[in-house]
């Protein structure tokens, strides 16, 4: 099957599953969201501190907060339907605008860190695989197990307590530098390094998962038959080990990379924090704050829809690597 | 009887103590509670409270032999203080999460059929959702208290099992021995809770070394956050609030979050020995 045919198969079994899966994220979270005490109106009151009870029902009126939990839900979902995740009740701006400006640098944070988890993790496990028992691996298996057992914004942290306060190589927060508008590779070169540590941070956890992962599943390879067939008719161990044994041992890997996704976003929130990186994850955590429930269920259903798009482009990955599974 | 009759009928216990990392992990972890446990009489009084001068550096003050923090509390009184919150976080934590995830799994498992596709479907509406961002949400529904915290966690952290316990269950559900149940008159609820489960059970004793292990790391990132109980230290917080002077005292960051890192890294030790024990071909060596 060719890779298009592969791909288009792949984008329509997504559209299909995601659909329920999405009309079963709205509801939960909606429900979820009308377990929590006080709402937007209660949080305004107590900031300006002189609200009128009028203003109050005006504003709950305004938003529809009166009207029956299920009329809401039916009102969010039709508005859905037609792209429209209704607007900010605290800044009355829509939460497609504010998601919009947060998007780019949450993908951005979300895809390095992936790469990089599987790039470094791959590559670490490997090297543990291949010299296990000797003291490569003895090294990579503690350096593994500490940042297995580590809070990435741990790690955040200490970072920048090396490589900005006390180095001073890169910046210790932020995502660009304020007040320039560098144009073509200079906004690269401009933004590159404030990506670094976030990036790394959110990684540390899941570089150790990888690790741990392909150390375990090319170890398994390497025992099989195959493996001594290829030896035995005189490859260079290099190649054997490349070629024939890392790509079985991927395909668990990538399995748990797909189911790990959510975690990885989750993760956001925290460094994004840590890093004054303006993202998803702090959106969310303003909004929680805010009970700005329209924010917030904007910020968790397109977080899912990420989580969502980026497990068919893992599925086909696995799917290139091992060409026996059908097509996702 | 013979006198090694005892270690005869307990394989899996002596290997188990034989695995270093086992031991060694175990051995941490045991100290680790020890402080815990003993903390109020180590160091009696409110952890929160003002007891020497702000920001004195670890051994500054033989007192205060890991030094103070911002408002002058004392950081080893807070330390092992916050050791009982994360200890008993992570393994209730756990312990919801393991419960509702055998549950759900033991049911997909052994019924099939539809309820195991709704199940499966729930399950992947778990998995999609950040797992942080859904604790987030769960915690902000009721004032933050360490119960509220734990269940919030463990309901955020049971797909994991639910697929593994599934996955058990729908292999041991052909075996002869449960037909043989079946055979014999044995209810449903008696299959699964006598016969499967007892097979089930090594992978998912591993799995709970992972959760506790997380459940640690995630309420360390929530009090982090500001979002734990106000009212309790924990590890967690302790870093949040040595934030604030990460240029100039950036040891009242690092002692915190190197006390998760030797608690986690401990409960992981001994789960990879359990794991070398109960699953020897999983290659580790």
Redesign the interface.
């Known amino acids: 099957m060719s890779v298009a045919y592969r791909t288009g198969k792949a984008l329509r079994r997504t559209v299909v599953q995601a659909v329920?899966?999405i009309f079963?994220?709205i509801v939960?979270?909606f429900l979820?969201?009308q377990?929590?005490?006080g709402d937007v109106a209660d949080v305004l009151a107590a900031e300006s501190g002189s609200a009128t009870k009028e203003t109050l029902a005006a504003i709950r009126g305004r938003a529809g907060l009166d009207d029956p939990i299920l009329t809401q839900l039916g009102r969010y979902l039709w508005h859905v339907a037609q792209f429209d995740l209704g607007s900010s009740t605290r800044f009355g701006t829509p939460v497609s605008h504010l998601i919009l400006e947060r998007l780019p640098n949450t993908l951005v944070l979300m895809l390095t860190a992936l790469g990089l988890a599987l790039g470094l993790g791959i590559a670490a496990g490997s090297v543990m695989a291949i010299y296990?028992?000797r003291w490569p691996d003895r090294v990579l298996q503690v350096v593994v197990?500490?940042f297995?057992?580590?809070?990435g914004?741990?790690v955040g942290?200490?970072a920048?307590?090396l490589f900005s306060?006390q180095l001073g190589w890169l910046p210790s927060g932020g995502s660009m530098t304020i007040g320039t508008t560098p144009t073509g590779l200079g906004v690269l070169r401009d933004r590159v390094p404030y990506l670094v540590l976030p990036a790394f941070a959110m990684a540390s956890?899941f570089i150790a998962v990888y690790a741990r992962l392909t150390?375990?599943?090319l170890?398994?390879v390497l025992?099989q038959d195959y493996i001594r067939t290829a030896v035995a008719k005189g490859l260079s161990p290099f190649v054997v080990q490349t070629r024939h044994a890392l790509r079985n041992a991927l395909i668990p890997v990538t399995t748990v990379a797909g189911?790990h996704l959510?975690?990885l976003?989750?993760?956001?929130?925290?460094v994004e924090?840590?890093f004054s990186w303006p993202g998803m994850?702090r959106l969310?955590?303003e909004a929680?704050t805010g009970r700005d429930f329209n924010v917030?269920l904007g910020?968790?259903l397109l977080?899912?829809m990420l989580?969502?798009v980026t497990n068919v482009a893992v599925d086909l990955l696995h799917a290139w690597i091992d060409p026996r599974t059908e097509a996702p | 009887m013979e006198p090694d009759s005892f270690w005869q009928r307990h394989r899996v216990l002596r290997s188990v103590l034989r695995n270093l990392s086992f031991v060694a992990g175990m051995g941490i972890l045991g100290v680790v509670a020890l402080v815990a446990i003993a903390a109020p009489w180590l160091f009696p009084g409110d952890p929160l409270d003002m007891v020497a001068m702000p920001t004195l550096w670890p051994g500054e003050d033989p007192a205060f032999p890991l030094g103070t923090d911002s408002l002058g509390r004392d950081m080893a009184a807070g330390l092992a203080h916050g050791a009982r919150v994360s200890l008993l976080m992570g393994i209730s934590a756990a312990a919801i999460g393991l419960m509702i995830g055998t549950a759900v799994g033991a049911l997909a498992g052994y019924c099939g059929g539809w309820v195991d596709n709704l199940l499966v479907r729930i399950t992947e509406l778990f998995q999609t959702v950040p797992t942080f961002l859904l604790v987030i949400v769960l915690v902000s529904i009721r004032e933050p208290s360490a119960p509220a915290i734990a269940l919030a966690i463990g309901v955020a952290s049971w797909p994991t099992v639910a697929r593994l316990v599934r996955a058990q269950f729908r292999s041991l559900r052909s075996a002869d021995f449960v037909a043989a149940a079946l055979v014999s008159g044995a209810r449903p609820s008696r299959i699964i809770v006598r016969h499967i489960l007892p097979n089930a059970l090594p992978p998912i004793v591993v799995t709970t070394s992972v959760m506790v292990a997380n459940a640690i790391l995630t309420e360390a990132g929530l009090s982090f956050l500001n979002l734990g109980d106000p009212n309790l230290v924990s590890w967690g917080s302790m870093i949040g609030d040595g934030r604030q002077l990460l240029r100039t005292a950036w040891y009242l960051t690092a002692l915190p979050g190197a006390a998760i890192a030797l608690t986690v890294m401990s409960i992981n030790l001994a789960g990879d020995g359990l794991n070398d024990v109960l699953n020897p071909r999983s290659g580790s060596q």
């Open positions: 329920p899966t079963g994220i939960l979270c979820l969201l377990l929590m005490p296990a028992g197990l500490f297995y057992s580590t809070p914004f741990w942290l200490m920048i307590v306060v956890f150390r375990a599943a170890l398994e025992r189911m959510g975690n976003l989750g993760g956001a929130v925290v924090t840590v994850g969310a955590l929680v917030l910020v968790l977080s899912s989580v969502i």
